[in-house]
């Protein structure tokens, strides 16, 4: 965790190269250069080993920068299997918060935050349509990052638009975990099949009383408007509000139990306690894969809202897949060091750790693309994460998944989330 105490000292000239550093970002709109571009020819896994050890050679070379690092970040990135490699080569002290939401995240480089973090880790949606067009961060150099890009799996290949933004033309950040989400279950206690092709209602309906909910707030209101036949990623009407509000209480009164605590509801499906999960991703079901669990599954639905089906997928998407991204805090006395962690994570040896090594979970990255990452995987690593034959199976999930984005109604479902969840008496 990060210290309250957070102290910089500076010298003099530190303050003014900083300062001028910072004043040209302003001026071009983008971060300080503080890294020329390599002009070798590789791509994908081999550049990012190159990239990586040129930073860490000019790393060394330099002087008069801020030797800190602090990292506001869902888990994963905040652990020492990626820190402490970060730390002994480059010497660096990193001081890491994990954060525990998105918007209060979001909500706090808006209060000062920007003068306290330097790298801020988030979901896909909030770096395009917030943080970037409130001047929160600054974009990454495209010509540096773009060769990464051939490392990524089918679907996340340059450009992709959530890292980037509205225009297309500003790099906001990297993209790295991902994951698809809707249900998870027991699958000796209930057929995935049945649960594919019925639905969420074969939970919240055809399951009443054995299930539980996974009391993520926003993730438990964006997937009852899934259920509820309408993506949670627009205005909704008062008729669909209504809707909401019914199926919300529906999901309240036929849970069995209601926590936040999903190792707690593994072992609960494990046990027999619990059928499932609402909601269920591959996140929350990878440790007990890992343990040999391999019956707890993530299932999404086949069939998805009508809005969601085209041409290209005439059944729809029923779930949602999170794309996280981690970007550069428009911090007034920025450091080098940023960016060079952004390198850093592209590295296979730490996109491996990144995905494999956080205490709890497993979570896909999108550098699985690269030959040099995967074979880093265990074949139960990859069976934790769901991955099947060439990460078909994994692939088959994510393709049934909407993208995640912003809720605009989310305070308004969440009074009436708070409500369902106190008629019950959680």
């Not at 070798?40 to 330099?62: H, Q, R, V």
């Not at 990292?71 to 490699?85: A, C, F, I, N, R």
């Not at 909401?244 to 046990?271: E, W, Y």
Request: charged residues 20%; negative net charge.
């Amino acid at each position: 965790m990060i210290n309250n105490n957070i102290y910089r000292s500076f010298t003099s000239s530190r303050r003014q190269f900083l300062k001028q550093s910072a004043a040209l970002a302003a001026t071009i709109g983008v971060a300080p250069a503080f890294f020329g571009v390599s002009a070798n020819a590789a791509t994908g896994a081999a550049y990012a080993d190159e990239i990586w050890a040129a930073t860490k050679a000019e790393l060394a070379g330099m002087s008069g920068f801020r030797n800190e690092l602090n990292l506001h970040s869902w888990e994963g990135y905040t652990e020492e299997p990626v820190l402490d490699p970060f730390r002994r080569q480059t010497g660096a002290s990193v001081n890491a918060q994990m954060l525990i939401s998105d918007p209060a995240a979001v909500n706090n480089l808006r209060g000062g935050g920007t003068g306290t973090w330097d790298v801020i880790n988030l979901n896909n949606a909030w770096q395009r349509k917030q943080l970037y067009p409130e001047g929160l961060i600054v974009p990454l150099n495209k010509e540096k990052f773009a060769p990464l890009y051939d490392m990524n799996v089918a679907g996340f290949e340059w450009p992709y638009h959530w890292a980037l933004d509205s225009s297309g033309e500003h790099l906001l950040g990297m993209i790295q975990r991902y994951g698809p989400s809707a249900m998870a279950i027991n699958s000796d206690n209930i057929d995935p099949q049945t649960v594919a092709s019925g639905g969420y209602m074969e939970m919240i309906e055809g399951a009443a009383g054995q299930y539980g909910i996974l009391d993520y707030e926003n993730w438990v209101i964006m997937h009852t408007c899934m259920a509820a036949g309408f993506t949670p990623f627009r205005p909704h009407t008062d008729a669909e509000m209504a809707t909401f509000g019914t199926l919300i209480d529906k999901l309240f009164k036929n849970a069995k139990k209601v926590s936040d605590d999903q190792a707690a509801l593994a072992r609960d499906m494990i046990t027999g306690e619990i059928i499932g999960t609402f909601p269920g991703s591959v996140y929350t079901v990878s440790a007990a894969r890992l343990e040999g669990e391999t019956q707890i599954v993530c299932v999404v639905p086949e069939e998805g809202p009508e809005e969601t089906k085209t041409a290209a997928r005439p059944s729809g998407q029923g779930g949602i897949i999170w794309i996280e991204v981690t970007s550069l805090v428009n911090n007034p006395d920025p450091t080098p060091l940023a960016e060079a962690f952004l390198l850093y994570c592209h590295t296979p040896e730490t996109a491996y750790k990144v995905a494999a090594k956080a205490p709890g979970t497993l979570n896909p990255v999108v550098q699985m693309g690269a030959p040099e990452v995967l074979s880093q995987f265990s074949a139960d690593e990859l069976d934790a994460v769901q991955w099947g034959d060439g990460g078909g199976w994994l692939g088959s999930l994510v393709d049934r998944c909407v993208d995640f984005d912003i809720n605009p109604d989310y305070d308004a479902m969440h009074d009436l989330y708070t409500q369902a969840k106190r008629s019950r008496g959680s």
